[in-house]
T-cell receptor, first 108, second 115 residues
Framework: AQRVTQPEKLLSVFKGAPVELKCNYSYSGSPELFWYVQYSRQRLQLLLRHISRESIKGFTADLNKGETSFHLKKPFAQEEDSAMYYCALMEYGNKLVFGAGTILRVKS | KAGVTQTPRYLIKTRGQQVTLSCSPISGHRSVSWYQQTPGQGLQFLFEYFSETQRNKGNFPGRFSGRQFSNSRSEMNVSTLELGDSALYLC??????????????FGPGTRLTVL
C-alpha cells in the first residue's frame, strides 16, 4: 500500500535558522507529491508540488527517487512559517494519501 | 472566486443517529473529494466524485456514503453513528480529474461530535 511517512511530530527552530521537514514515501509507480500547510485557524492549502519545481514562500522540495524522499526545506525560518505541514502523495482519482503531519514552531 | 464551502460547520449527534454533510465546490470544479481528520488517524481519504460518479473509495465501512449532484455539489452521509466517527470532515474540489496532479482546494471542514 502507498504510504507517506513524516517522522517528526514537532520541529522547533529559531527564527533565521534553516528548516528541513522530512517526508519519505512508498509508491510503486511515478509519484505525484505535494506539501500542504495549515496555518492556525485557516484551511488546509497547497504549498507546493514536485512537478512545478517552484519555490513558494522560500520553501523548496526536491523529489529524490533513490531515497524515496521529498523533504521540504527553507534556508531561513520566519515566525509566520509556524504551522502544520503535511506531505501527501496523489493516487488515481484525486486521492491524496497524507503523512501524519509535522508541526513547525519557529521561535523568536 | 468563492472558495469551497461546507455546511454545517459544527454538528453534535448521538450514537445511532445519521448525519448528512454538504460541500459546495469552487465554480467550475467537477471533482469533489472527502477526507476524515482525527488526532489518531490523521487525514484519511473517504471517497471522490467526478461528474456524479464515485470514482474512488477509501477503506471506510458502508455506513459512509456520498453522492454528487449535477451542479457538482456533494453530500456525504454517515448512518448509525459511532463515537469513533467524531472528526473533522474535509471536502476538497479540483478541476477536471484526468490530470492526477490537479491541485485540490479544501473547505473549512465540518466538525462532527458524536455523543
Amino acid at each position: 500500500a502507498q504510504r507517506v511517512t513524516q517522522p517528526e511530530k514537532l520541529l522547533s527552530v529559531f527564527k533565521g535558522a534553516p528548516v528541513e521537514l522530512k517526508c519519505n514515501y512508498s509508491y510503486s509507480g511515478s509519484p505525484e507529491l505535494f506539501w500542504y500547510v495549515q496555518y492556525s485557524r485557516q484551511r488546509l492549502q497547497l504549498l507546493l508540488r514536485h512537478i512545478s519545481r517552484e519555490s513558494i514562500k522560500g520553501f523548496t522540495a526536491d523529489l529524490n527517487k533513490g531515497e524515496t524522499s521529498f523533504h521540504l526545506k527553507k534556508p531561513f525560518a520566519q515566525e509566520e512559517d509556524s504551522a502544520m505541514y503535511y506531505c501527501a502523495l496523489m493516487e488515481y482519482g484525486n486521492k491524496l494519501v497524507f503523512g501524519a503531519g509535522t508541526i513547525l514552531r519557529v521561535k523568536s | 472566486k468563492a472558495g469551497v464551502t461546507q455546511t454545517p460547520r459544527y454538528l453534535i449527534k448521538t450514537r445511532g443517529q445519521q448525519v448528512t454533510l454538504s460541500c459546495s465546490p469552487i465554480s467550475g470544479h467537477r471533482s469533489v473529494s472527502w477526507y476524515q481528520q482525527t488526532p489518531g488517524q490523521g487525514l484519511q481519504f473517504l471517497f471522490e466524485y467526478f461528474s456524479e460518479t464515485q470514482r474512488n473509495k477509501g477503506n471506510f465501512p458502508g455506513r459512509f456514503s456520498g453522492r454528487q449532484f449535477s451542479n457538482s455539489r456533494s453530500e456525504m452521509n454517515v448512518s448509525t453513528l459511532e463515537l469513533g466517527d467524531s472528526a473533522l470532515y474535509l471536502c476538497a474540489s479540483s478541476l477536471e480529474g484526468l490530470d492526477v496532479a490537479n491541485e485540490q482546494f479544501f473547505g473549512p471542514g465540518t466538525r462532527l461530535t458524536v455523543l
